[in-house]
């Protein structure tokens, strides 16, 4: 099977910063397309910021500038770095990849248990 691990969640002052990690284990063969995502009180879920395994990226409007998403591909771990946090960004953040278990099979997609953020104003 397959974990994605989040970690580095917690409370924060507006304006300041967190690093999220999210750790992938199990029975890897490949990790394509990483990202995080989160569900703030009363909304849905929604894309914070994606990256491949080649590099690219994306990232929402509401983050651009603030966030850097990466990826250590040897350590099977994806990062968010969140700088000058604002209150309207607390949420659950999950992380999620396409990952193949085995090279005859497709990607299958899977998500992490979710990390608590809270900015305080």
């Known amino acids: 099977q397959v974990q994605l691990v989040e970690s580095g969640g917690g409370l924060v002052q507006a304006g300041g910063s967190l690093r999220l990690s999210c750790a992938a284990s199990?029975?890897?063969?490949?990790?394509?397309?990483m990202g995080w995502y989160r569900q703030g009180p009363g909304k849905q879920r929604e894309l914070v910021a994606v990256?491949?395994?080649?590099?690219?990226?994306n990232y929402a409007d509401s983050v651009k500038g603030r966030f850097t998403i990466s990826r250590d591909n040897a350590k099977n771990t994806l990062y968010l770095q969140m700088n000058s946090l604002k209150p309207e960004d607390t949420a659950i953040y999950y992380c999620?990849?396409?990952?193949?278990?085995?090279?005859?099979?497709?990607?299958?997609?899977?998500w992490g248990q979710g990390t608590q953020v809270t900015v305080s104003s």
């Open positions: 999620n990849a396409i990952i193949k278990r085995v090279p005859t099979m497709g990607g299958e997609n899977y």
């Open positions: 199990g029975s890897i063969f490949s990790i394509h397309t």
């Open positions: 990256t491949t395994s080649t590099g690219n990226t």
